[in-house]
């Protein structure tokens, strides 16, 4: 009993200082946030995640059941302890990668914060440069492939989350000579002006 006292401390341990670690390096702000909580996202994904993190916790649990012996005998007796703190690596992988993600991605998460407001409902990012919108668009999937010269870029997202209605509308300037393509994209142009060798273009999300 007390060995499963000692195990469950360590496995709880290392989830806290985890988390610790997660919410120390996060360099969000509230508008990067409300990008987070998109209609991509809801109860689904969340179920699954947990589902697989309960899965992994189950076959690690018999994992060590069936190599305990061995891990005591390499360990100095010491093997329930340092199994159970590393095993909430595996469990939570998708929150201990966070940290790593987090310490790499500070600065450009830090400038995009500088450029944008939110409150609550609505979130605004403007003058984003292209790597900034890219990397805002591998958190908010439904935002559109832009054209390889697009600059001055401006994103603005409202969203209800309890209706689930939404509306993105982004903003940015492109050369002349590049082709606008929606194939397979949910967005419409609201808006082509041309001057200047420039377009200065809007897209809508086609089902806000």
């Known amino acids: 009993?007390?060995?499963?006292?000692?195990?469950?401390?360590?496995?709880?341990?290392?989830?806290?200082?985890?988390?610790?670690?997660l919410s120390i390096t996060d360099p969000s702000c509230d508008a990067l946030y409300q990008?987070?909580?998109?209609?991509?996202?809801?109860?689904?994904?969340?179920?699954?995640?947990?589902?697989?993190?309960?899965?992994?916790?189950?076959?690690?649990?018999?994992?060590?059941?069936?190599?305990?012996r061995r891990l005591s005998q390499a360990l100095n007796g010491k093997g329930p302890i340092v199994y159970f703190m590393i095993l909430p690596v595996f469990v939570f992988h998708v929150q201990f990668y966070g940290v790593w993600k987090?310490?790499?991605?500070?600065?450009?998460?830090?400038?995009?914060?500088?450029?944008s407001t939110g409150d609550g409902m609505t979130v605004q990012s403007v003058a984003l440069e292209h790597e900034e919108y890219r990397y805002l668009k591998r958190r908010l999937t439904l935002l559109p492939n832009l054209p390889s010269s697009a600059d001055s870029i401006s994103?603005?997202?409202?969203?209800d989350g309890f209706l689930g209605d939404f509306m993105l509308k982004v903003r940015f300037g492109c050369s002349e000579q590049e082709s606008l393509s929606l194939t397979g994209q949910q967005w419409s142009i609201?808006?082509?002006?041309?001057?200047?060798?420039?377009?200065?273009?809007?897209?809508?999300?086609?089902?806000g």
């Open 155 to 159: 994103v603005e997202y409202y969203h």
């Open 190 to 207: 609201d808006s082509l002006q041309h001057g200047g060798g420039r377009k200065q273009v809007v897209y809508e999300d086609g089902a």
């Open 1 to 21: 009993m007390k060995k499963f006292w000692k195990a469950t401390l360590a496995f709880l341990g290392s989830c806290f200082l985890g988390a610790t670690a």
């Open 35 to 68: 990008y987070r909580w998109t209609v991509q996202f809801g109860l689904g994904p969340l179920v699954e995640s947990l589902m697989k993190s309960f899965l992994i916790f189950v076959v690690g649990v018999v994992l060590f059941y069936l190599l305990r």
């Open 102 to 115: 987090n310490l790499t991605s500070a600065s450009i998460e830090r400038s995009i914060c500088a450029k």
